[in-house]
């Protein structure tokens, strides 16, 4: 159990690349942080760099108040779980959960304790005596947690650990992550490309790109109230439309090329200095309603069972529009559509950044 | 440390026997096979040895022994109690070993030192030989004993269920 605190922490790799800048959060006991991002934006490189594995170029880490910044990997207490399991083939599950108690001469009486123990959480009791070879994915996913959790670490890291099983392996794992960290109410920090992952595990997400903290926030206020273009599009599945266009007729009302409609009060004020400015709308697809005047022509219907995704063409606007429920619509049918004007953003159209 | 804490610390040294081997009878297997194999080779280097059908008989003899003493150490690593006697059976068959060929080639190295062992090569064979013999028991009795305490664990925790 501790707290994290990265005080403006930068990486740059003997090449010269800059892998993280400025990374800058405090992590209070017991919450769990996902930190999300797409390929290459630095995630792993900031896990590993908490871990002491990398050295910190720039910057300070402390580990309840402690400065950790200089301190070896196995000085840290941490205990990092990795996409690849990397357990020893030879050695059975009980073995290899033991193994890291065993290195540092545990008694062996603890050590078995606290291997029951994991083996009772994790469901592993009837496996102890396997190799890992006789195992399932999940299972020895379960068996790398377990040996994360016979340290009784201060902060558990997790690197893509649910990215090589099968999609259904990982629902079911990711509720075990879940209960494990409500469970152990330990300090855990989960690094994926998922946007599910980081949606339905976080207590705070942290959304990054090409090395940059985009946004720290609740998995509501990523979602709902996004910082940046690059947040709301990387967040949401289908993702967010954009739509190009502009502020007219002194604020009155939103224009792009294919369509246009009023504005309500609130959006009027939000958007009074952008009066004949460009801007980029951003709408999610379940934030259509039907009903309005705005014709989209349905080029295709996906029924998902609980919710219908229509595409549709307003003259040369792709959208991507969301319904509740199973809806037919024939192709080419048009569809009368408007916005649900409390839900829809707009970014400024040359910083991206959202007009608050 | 207090009677409770004591009977407890067995209680778990006993739930550990579910999921280690039982390495100690194991090693003591492999001690006596490597005895043995010292025994034979001295035994064997020595020039009054002549190929001839007793002898025929104690190299089968000695390999039939380095056989079911590395079984017995495989099946005795998983607490296996009927093997516990068969290693009983062999150490018995060694010591019996020991008034056969080494006695023999002693008592015509006696005579005539070129036609058999001196002393303390006798003496060494002797010692291998009875390591091994006790090495076996030892791994007999220990497998016997734990087996008997996991078993009676193993049940409990059956009834317990
Ligand atoms: N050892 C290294 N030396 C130089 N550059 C590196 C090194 N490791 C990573 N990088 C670079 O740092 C950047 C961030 O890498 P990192 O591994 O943190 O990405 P990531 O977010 O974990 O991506 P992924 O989702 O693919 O695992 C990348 O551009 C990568 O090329
Ligand atoms: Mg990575």
New interface residues.
Partial sequence: MATLKLDHVKKIYDGGVVAVHDFDIDIKDGEFIVIVGPSGCGKSTTLRMIAGLEEITEGHAYVDEKEVTNLASKDRDMAMVFQNYALYAHMTIYQNMAFSLTLRKTDKIEIHKKVMAAAEILNLKDQLNKKPKQLSGGQRQRVALGRAIVRTPKIFLFDEPLSNLDAKLRVTMRREIKLLHQRLNATMIYVTHDQIEALTLADRIVVMSMGHVQQIGSPLEIYSDPNNKFVASFIGNPPMNFIDGKIISDGKKFECDDFSFELDEKRKALLKDYVGKNVILGVRPEHFQEGGDIDAVVTMSEHMGASTLFHCDVQNTHLNVKFEGWIDHADNEIIKLSLKQDLICFFDSETENRIR | MNNFENVE?KE??T??M???NNSLSFLLCVIAIVCNVAMFLSLYSNTACTPNFQLGIDLLVNVIFLLSCFLAAEKLKTYNVSWSYVAFAIAGIEILRIFWIPTMYLKSGLEDPLKGLNAGQFTFIVIMMVIAAVSLVGAGIITLIKAKRLNAHLKRIEEGK
């Fill in positions: 610390k778990i040294e739930d550990i579910r999921y280690k």
